[in-house]
């Protein structure tokens, strides 16, 4: 059985730091709100590129998060538009609807399967008041128009960075990095995962990161006082030692995942098959490898014949979902297309060569 992604043997990769890190936390007695949230805080605003970073409880507390903090700080109010991807994981539009903002769904591109930065323009009201870039599958998303419209109807520009740790854009700056704030989660399974829930939030503003701060914090920024009405949203010491362990070998990692990437992109010669369209090798982190395929419930329960696991991202838009019953009868076709023919193959740090191989000789057999 080739898996689509195998946890276990992703932490064994490091399971001896790991297990040091997580012992040294155990033994401090000291377990949130301590040395190593800190110091992870450091280590991943380094690296990602931006002067500040909050660790929160998890990748939708933190988007939750930043508009929050827009609304308190006067920025934004409850009823503005938000632009943002129709097809996302439903959390990115949680964390707007959460925080009484509309968002206004916008179709991707069918060979980028991102945000199509030409219909953004024609959406934008005198509502509208950001843009969340949601970086889906491990691509870019960002592009230079998108920065034009932000600057041009001073819009603040979000990134949804929970699938592409380690991605950047073409001049080289890291997602997470290209906008006013990001939300990133750290879900074991995405590109840098933790031993159970995390996230964080990266921004250039500090009064925007000590708001967030402040706001998983129950809303204090000094003990027993309380400026806003927050909640209890940290991340904890342990999973912060655990993800600084795992925040040196990202790039190793993603690099692994590269190569994975390879051998589809050059094995895979079904025509049935539509294969993701290939970017520069640093704009793509390859959260997962999506295909597009006519018969996709058919591949899957193939693929499931011949041991290999695939996973669809995602079977329902959420425009289609009952928690949004008013976009139900929205038409989305690109959306609802992707949403019908996507399959991701199997895709990890420690998926092997030949198990890629083994893949594109039983696809290539459909
Ligand atoms: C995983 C994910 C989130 C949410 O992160 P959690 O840590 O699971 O809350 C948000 N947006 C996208 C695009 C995701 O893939």
């Known amino acids: 059985m080739i898996k689509f992604l195998d946890l276990q043997k992703v932490t064994q990769l490091y399971a001896t730091e790991i297990s040091e890190a997580v012992q040294r936390v155990v033994n401090s007695g000291w377990y949130l709100q301590g040395a190593e949230v800190k110091r992870f805080e450091e280590d991943y605003a380094r690296y990602i590129g931006a002067p500040h970073c909050v660790g929160v409880a998890n990748g939708l507390d933190a988007l939750i998060w930043i508009y929050r903090a827009y609304i308190e700080l006067g920025v934004m109010q409850p009823g503005d538009e938000v632009i943002v991807p129709a097809n996302t994981y439903i959390a990115s539009i949680l964390a707007l609807t959460e925080n009484g903002l509309v968002p206004v769904l916008v179709e991707p591109r069918l060979d980028t399967f991102e945000l199509d930065d030409c219909l953004i323009e024609s959406r934008i009201t005198s509502r509208t008041r950001s843009i969340l870039l949601v970086h889906l599958y491990g691509r870019c998303a960002y592009t230079d128009e998108i920065g034009r419209l932000c600057k041009k109807y001073n819009l603040k520009l979000v990134e949804d960075n929970a699938q592409a740790h380690g991605c950047c854009f073409a001049d080289g700056r890291r997602t997470g990095s290209l906008g006013d704030a990001a939300g990133h989660s750290f879900y074991p399974g995405k590109n840098l995962g933790a031993l159970g829930d995390g996230g964080a939030v990266t921004c250039h503003d500090k009064v ?10 129950y809303g204090s920024q000094r003990k027993y006082v309380f400026k806003y009405t927050g ?13 600084d362990v795992k925040l040196k070998y990202l790039d190793e990692d993603n690099e692994h995942r590269k190569t994975i990437a390879k051998i589809y992109n050059e094995g895979i010669t079904n025509p049935r098959i539509i294969l993701p369209t290939q970017m520069a090798d640093n704009q793509n982190v390859y959260h997962v490898y999506p295909v597009l395929c006519e ?9 499931e014949r011949h041991g290999v696991q695939t996973i669809i991202h995602y079977p329902i838009p959420p425009h289609k979902q009952a928690c949004y019953k008013q976009w139900n009868l929205l038409s989305l076709p690109i959306t609802e297309q992707i949403h019908q023919q996507e399959l991701s193959l199997p895709m990890s740090p420690v998926l092997t060569h030949e198990e890629a191989q083994e893949v ?4 290539n057999a459909y």
């Open 208 to 217: 925007v990161a000590d708001t967030i701060r402040a706001l998983a914090n």
């Open 231 to 243: 909640r209890n949203s940290r991340l904890d010491e342990i999973q912060a030692a655990v993800l």
């Open 295 to 303: 018969q996709r419930d058919g591949l899957q329960t193939y693929l």
């Open 360 to 363: 594109v000789r039983i696809i």
